[in-house]
Structure formats: structure tokens, C-alpha cells
């Protein structure tokens, strides 16, 4: 690596994530051997497949579940994620009110709120230490032009039920103060999660109660009453597909849902005199105003874990195995994180990883159950799953068990979305957006609102 970046001696690039490294990357447990029978079979041992296990063995402990997972439970983005457990809607509140109307969406931001405390309380319950401080967010502008975004966003959300107490603007030199930043807001809804602790922990908790979770154990094959995999088939009333950003390589779904990117990197300790410098106190979560956004987090070991857009996405839906990170997606982090940060030029990278998310074509998620045929998902979460997956799971739960709830009349519940385009298209598409979206950001430097590049990626992109 070039000398733009201080890395640690121990500098680790990939290895899953920077999550598993107190405890180790976990050796995966048994797979499956042979044909079974189940009630209920779920693929992909995520937040989405261990959250909905986990709520289907509370409401009906004699039920049957079984989880199959490729690699070891956490695996995915659930054990990679800047653990941000968000209040925010993934997509526009516009489209889910487009179907269902806007009371049904602010319906669902509601919940969406009311799914941190219930993570939150679940952790408590089972003794699940993920590091959790609700801290609120705190989001930064740094240009006029993001400042006027930011504001219009403020404004925007009144619309949708969220109040000032959900969501207001504050003077950016009062809490977490980022070098440029010119307005910021504030919005209690969100909490610190170290999100490999809590998958982890969930995975023990779901076999405790009794669910048998299968690593090393590919699904090859998803169909009406059975998921096939090398080692046998499982055979079940419902078949749930819980592989969010993996979801591509499953046959007929390649263009499903666009396997994103998504990298992190994660500094040395700072020493307390930092965290006084910045005024980043009180575990706040960290996001900011650009198109080409950022978000962070203070971890429990007083590290900045920073995030952002790498390579955003690779020809033909392809997925990353374990999470190595492109040397200048590193230096780009860590260039932007001093920039924040200059107090912070000192330390140097520990830890680099990415990870993929699923992204449909509209942006927004969905959770679905087939009466019919039994087949169900949820997914879709665009960097937004952390919380989305426990309402997901509570969803799938009553739609598996045929129930009629507040939860499965939210307007996210059993959307169709169009397929994204065929190759090379969709890559054309991808990579179009997110240039604009550079070009965009670095024009807005010298001009008052937003790009017009901006509102063609958009375009170009349905974003
Ligand atoms: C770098 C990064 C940062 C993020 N930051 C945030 C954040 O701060 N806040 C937020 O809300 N969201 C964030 N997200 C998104 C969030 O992590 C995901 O939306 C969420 O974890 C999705 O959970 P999941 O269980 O649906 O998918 P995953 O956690 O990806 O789990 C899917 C599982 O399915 C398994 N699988 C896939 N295919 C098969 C198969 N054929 N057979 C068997 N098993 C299979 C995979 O191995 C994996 O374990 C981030 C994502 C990334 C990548």
C-alpha cells in the first residue's frame, strides 16, 4: 500500500470484519447430512434468518425450524455492518405510501422507531452483549449545498410523522464536532450495535431455544416445500429466503436484488483527550450530507469505525468472499476520516473490510409470505437491515403462521419491485451513479444547492 494511509503493524485487511477479532472468526458448525423434514426451513443465518427463528420458536415452541447457512451464522453483512441499529426507512416514505397511502407509511416509520427498543429489550432478555448505547444520530453537512439538502430532509420528514423530537436541526458545534461542518441534525433514533457480538449472540440464543442451524451448508436450490443443498434436502411447508446481498447467486434471482458494497475501516484506540477534542461523548452514530456518503461510529474500545462506498459493485452481480478491501477504497477512508477528524491524523487503519447489501430496483425493502406455495423473503434493506431485519422477522413470523397483524399490514409487506436491467446495463447503471455522485459532491464544494449530476444518477438509477 501506497504511503497516503498509516497502517497499524498489525494492520488486517478483510479476514470477514474487524468484528470478529476479539473473538475470532468463528469455525463453522455442523453441516447437514441427509434428508429431514421440517415446519419451517429458513436460508441464510443473518439477522433476517435468526430473527425470524427466533421469533417463531417464542410464539410456537413445537414448531420445526431449521436454518441452513452457507458459511457460519453472521457470515454476511450481519457480522460486518457499521452497527448502526437505525430508525430510518430504507427508500422513500413516497413509495410505500404509493400502494398503501401515507398513513400506512408513517405506520411503518413507527414501527421502524419502536424496532430499536424491541432489539434493544431482546438483548436484555437473553443476555446478548453487543455494546449497545442509544446514542441518537447526529448527520453533518459540510458544503451549503448539503446544508440546504439536510434542511429540506428536516423539513420533508414533518410530512411523515416525524416530529421534532424525532428529528431536528442543532448547531453542528454542539455535539460531535466535524471540522467544515457548516449544519447538522440530531434524531434519538438509533443505537450503537458491535453487530457481530449480536448475531453471534442471537445464533445462541435461537439454539437455545431449540432451532438447529446447519453452517457449511449451501442452498442450491429454493422451491416450493424444500431447499436443496449438496448434503440433502429439507423438506418444509415454508421455505423462507433470508440471503439479502447474496441473494444473486441463488438461481432465477440474479437481478433480484444488486449485491452493493459497502467497506469499512476501523482505527487504533483514541486516547480520551480526542473524544474531549470532538466532543463525541455520548456514542452517537455519525452520517453525513454527501451523495457519496459516510457513516461511523465510536466503538466500545474507543476506535472510529468509518464506512463508506468502495467499488460499489461488481460485473455480473459477483460477491466478495471475505471481505478484502481495495487498497484505494483504504486510503480514500482514511483520507476522509482525517478530513473529518484532523485531530485524529495521529492513529493509523487497525482493520479494513466490505461487505455486500441488497439493494432492489426501487430502493425500498420487502417482506413476503406465499400462502400458496409457502415461499417466503425479506430483504432488500439497502443499508438500512439492522433494525429492518428484526421487523422482519417479526413479520415473517405472523405470516407463517397465517395471522392477520398490525405488522403484516405495513405497506412493505408483499411488494413487487421490477427486475434490474441485464448486464451490461446494470454495471453500465451502477458505476454511472456513483461517478456522478463524486462529480456531484466535488462540484457542490463551490455552489449553493445540489448538483444537477446528483438528480441524474437518481434518474438513471430510480435512487
Ligand atoms: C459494510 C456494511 C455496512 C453496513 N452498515 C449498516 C449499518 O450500519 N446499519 C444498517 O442498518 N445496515 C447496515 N448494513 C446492512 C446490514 O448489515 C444488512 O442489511 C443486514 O445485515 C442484512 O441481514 P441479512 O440477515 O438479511 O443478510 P446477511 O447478514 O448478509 O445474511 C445472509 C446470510 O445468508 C447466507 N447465504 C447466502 N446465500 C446462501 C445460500 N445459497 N445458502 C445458505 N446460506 C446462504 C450468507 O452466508 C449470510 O450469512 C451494512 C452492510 C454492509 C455490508
Known amino acids: 500500500m501506497n504511503g497516503q494511509v498509516s497502517l497499524s503493524s498489525g494492520f488486517v485487511n478483510g479476514d470477514v470484519s474487524f468484528w470478529y477479532r476479539s473473538s475470532g472468526v468463528p469455525s463453522p458448525g455442523p453441516r447437514l447430512d441427509g434428508d429431514l423434514q421440517a415446519d419451517v426451513v429458513i436460508v441464510g443465518a443473518g439477522y433476517t434468518g435468526l430473527w425470524t427463528a ?10 420445526n425450524v431449521v436454518v441452513l447457512e452457507k458459511d457460519f451464522a453472521g457470515f454476511g453483512a450481519s457480522g460486518r455492518n457499521g452497527g448502526w441499529l437505525t430508525g430510518d426507512l430504507a427508500g422513500s416514505h413516497q413509495r410505500y405510501a404509493a400502494t398503501h397511502g401515507a398513513e400506512a407509511a408513517r405506520r411503518l416509520q413507527r414501527e421502524m422507531y419502536a424496532s430499536i427498543d424491541e432489539v434493544i429489550g431482546v438483548c436484555e432478555k437473553e443476555a446478548i452483549d453487543a455494546d449497545v448505547v442509544k446514542g441518537g444520530v447526529v448527520n453533518v453537512a459540510r458544503t451549503p449545498a448539503q446544508a440546504a439538502r439536510l434542511r429540506a430532509s428536516v423539513s420533508a420528514a414533518r ?9 431536528r ?53 429454493i422451491a416450493p416445500g424444500r431447499a436443496v443443498t449438496p448434503f440433502g434436502t429439507v423438506r418444509a411447508r415454508h421455505v423462507l429466503r433470508a440471503t439479502e446481498g447474496f441473494t444473486s447467486r441463488l438461481k432465477g434471482l440474479r437481478r433480484q436484488w444488486l449485491p452493493m458494497n459497502s467497506s469499512l475501516i476501523v482505527t ?3 486516547p480520551a483527550s480526542f473524544w474531549e477534542t470532538v466532543g463525541w461523548q455520548g456514542s452517537e452514530l455519525l452520517g453525513d450530507m454527501a451523495h457519496y456518503y459516510m457513516y461511523a461510529q465510536r466503538t466500545a474500545d474507543d476506535r472510529i469505525g468509518f464506512g463508506g462506498r468502495g467499488r460499489p459493485y461488481l460485473y455480473g452481480s459477483r460477491v466478495d468472499a471475505r ?3 481495495h ?4 486510503e480514500a ?26 439493494v432492489p430496483r426501487d430502493w425500498c425493502s420487502t417482506v413476503h409470505v406465499d400462502p400458496a406455495t409457502g415461499l417466503g423473503w425479506a430483504g432488500g434493506y439497502t443499508g438500512h437491515g439492522v433494525t429492518t431485519a428484526n421487523l422482519a422477522g417479526r413479520t415473517l413470523r405472523d405470516l407463517v403462521l397465517g ?11 408483499g411488494r413487487r419491485v421490477r427486475a434490474w436491467e441485464p448486464e451490461p446495463l446494470r454495471w453500465l447503471g451502477v458505476h454511472t451513479m456513483y461517478r456522478l455522485y463524486r462529480m456531484a459532491d466535488h462540484r457542490e464544494r463551490s455552489m449553493p444547492g445540489t448538483s444537477v449530476l446528483a438528480r441524474v444518477a437518481d434518474l438513471i438509477t430510480g435512487h
Open 268 to 270: 487504533e484506540p483514541l
Open 403 to 413: 395471522e392477520r397483524t398490525a405488522l403484516t399490514a405495513l405497506p412493505w409487506v
Open 327 to 330: 487498497e484505494r477504497t483504504v
Open 159 to 167: 410530512a411523515w410523522g416525524i416530529e421534532e423530537s424525532d428529528l
Open 333 to 358: 477512508l482514511w483520507k476522509l476520516l482525517i478530513d473529518f477528524f484532523p485531530a485524529a491524523a495521529s492513529s493509523s487503519v487497525a482493520h479494513a473490510w466490505s461487505g455486500v447489501l441488497g
Open 323 to 325: 471481505g478484502h478491501t
Open 169 to 221: 436541526l442543532v448547531d453542528p458545534a454542539e455535539r460531535l464536532r466535524v471540522a467544515g461542518a457548516v449544519a447538522a441534525s440530531w434524531s434519538p433514533h438509533c443505537a450503537r450495535v458491535q453487530p457481530a457480538k449480536l448475531v453471534q449472540g442471537l445464533a445462541r440464543a435461537v439454539r437455545e431455544l431449540g432451532v438447529t442451524v446447519y453452517e457449511r451448508t449451501p442452498v442450491t436450490e
Open 54 to 63: 427466533y421469533y417463531l420458536k417464542q410464539a410456537r415452541p413445537s414448531l
